[in-house]
């Protein structure tokens, strides 16, 4: 897919324009390599938090973030799988690899090509061996839930 990018540089936050009028949602899963990260020096790794962190609220300021949540290393993971009718449960991520996911974004933008331009922009793309993949959200599926959820919620 070919994607036009200008303007969209490290240097040229303020592209990001405010707008409302968002209809899709995506989900941004960030893969890390961790052992890459683990050998920055604290001060880069420190700076390299700062400058993401700044870019979120830029993202926040255009309408854009969703909401995320950080992982913690996929040392501390488990997979299931169920083989044979039985649960399985495995140490570690799913795949074997280098990188492992790091954390997850859920973005607000008008399409694909929107969401790739404002993850673009994303610090975190440029500082370490970072990989953004973008999944538009299954929204059938998360008003089913939802709606699910708001009927068996607990009562306040």
């Known amino acids: 897919m070919n994607v ?13 324009v405010p707008e409302r009028s968002f209809a899709l949602r995506y989900v ?22 700062e400058e993401c962190f700044a870019y979120d609220d830029v993202l926040r300021r255009g ?3 969703l909401g995320g949540e950080a992982l913690d290393s996929a040392r501390n993971a488990v997979t299931l799988r ?44 440029r500082m370490w061996p970072t990989t953004f993949e973008i999944r538009p959200a299954n929204e059938e599926m998360n008003r089913l839930v939802a709606e699910r959820s708001a009927a068996v919620a607990p009562e306040a």
Not at 4 to 16: E, R, W
Not at 28 to 49: C, K, N, S, T, Y
Not at 89 to 111: N, Q, Y
């Open 28 to 49: 941004v899963l960030g893969f890390i390599d961790e052992a890459v990260f683990a050998r920055l020096p604290p001060a880069d790794a420190q700076r390299m938090m």
């Open 82 to 125: 169920m083989k044979d009718g039985e649960v399985q449960v495995t140490d570690g991520p799913f795949v074997e690899t280098k990188e492992t996911l790091g954390g997850i974004l859920l973005l607000e933008a008008r399409d694909l090509n929107h969401a790739i331009a404002l993850m673009s922009n994303h610090p975190a793309a």
């Open 63 to 65: 309408g854009h973030f």
């Open 4 to 16: 036009s990018l200008a303007g969209c540089g490290p240097s040229n936050f303020s592209m990001v």
